[in-house]
C-alpha cells in the first residue's frame, strides 16, 4: 500500500538519519536543569583560564582588583562574562549542535522542524540566556523548553550518544 501523502511526516529535515520514533521523548526538566549547570560549571572554567592568560600576559592587572575605590562589577566583568557565554554556545551548539552538557547526557539541539538550527538562531537562542530567569522558565512550560528555546524557533531533544 502507498504512503498517504498527507500523513504527518516520519523522517527529520536535518539528515541525522533518524525518524522522528527514534528520538526518545522530550529530555525531562531535571535533564534540561543538569544540562544548564554542567553549562554554567563549563563556562566558569574557561573564565578563570582567560583571566589567568590575561593575567599571565599582563592584559590584566592585579592593581584595578585590589582598588577598594573600583566597582564592584567592571566592564571588564560585564565583557568577560558575554564573551565566555557567547563563545562558549557559538562554538559547542554552533558547531556541533551539542554543549558540554548535553554531549553528558545525550541531548541535541535543533530547530522545531528537526533540522539543523542557524547560526542566527544560535546568538538569539544564546541572547536570550541572559534574560532574568531564563534557566527557571523550564518549569513552568508543559513541553519542556526554555525562553531561549521558544524564543528562537529551537527545542532540545533526546538523542543516542554518539
Known amino acids: 500500500m502507498d504512503q498517504n501523502p498527507y500523513a504527518s511526516p516520519t523522517t527529520l529535515s536535518s539528515g541525522l538519519g533518524k525518524t522522528v520514533s527514534e528520538f526518545d521523548t522530550v529530555p525531562s526538566r531535571w535533564k534540561r536543569f543538569g544540562n544548564m549547570f554542567v553549562d554554567n560549571f563549563a563556562m566558569r572554567i574557561v573564565a578563570v583560564v582567560v583571566v589567568i592568560v590575561l593575567l599571565n600576559t599582563g592584559i590584566l592587572s592585579t592593581d584595578s582588583v585590589d582598588d577598594p575605590n573600583s566597582s564592584p562589577i567592571t566592564l571588564f566583568d560585564i565583557t568577560l562574562s558575554l564573551g565566555t557565554l557567547f563563545g562558549y ?74
Not at 108 to 115: A, E, H, M
Not at 134 to 160: A, M
Open 89 to 162: 554556545y557559538l562554538l559547542t551548539e554552533g558547531i556541533m549542535q551539542r554543549s558540554l552538557g548535553k554531549m553528558l547526557t545525550g541531548t541535541k539541539v535543533v530547530r522545531t522542524d528537526g533540522g539543523t538550527p542557524t547560526i542566527g538562531q544560535i546568538i538569539g537562542r544564546t541572547a536570550a540566556r541572559c534574560i532574568p530567569f531564563d534557566q527557571l522558565s523550564i518549569f513552568f512550560h508543559d513541553d519542556n523548553r526554555c525562553w531561549h528555546d521558544s524564543l528562537s524557533g529551537t527545542r532540545v531533544v533526546h538523542i543516542d550518544k554518539d
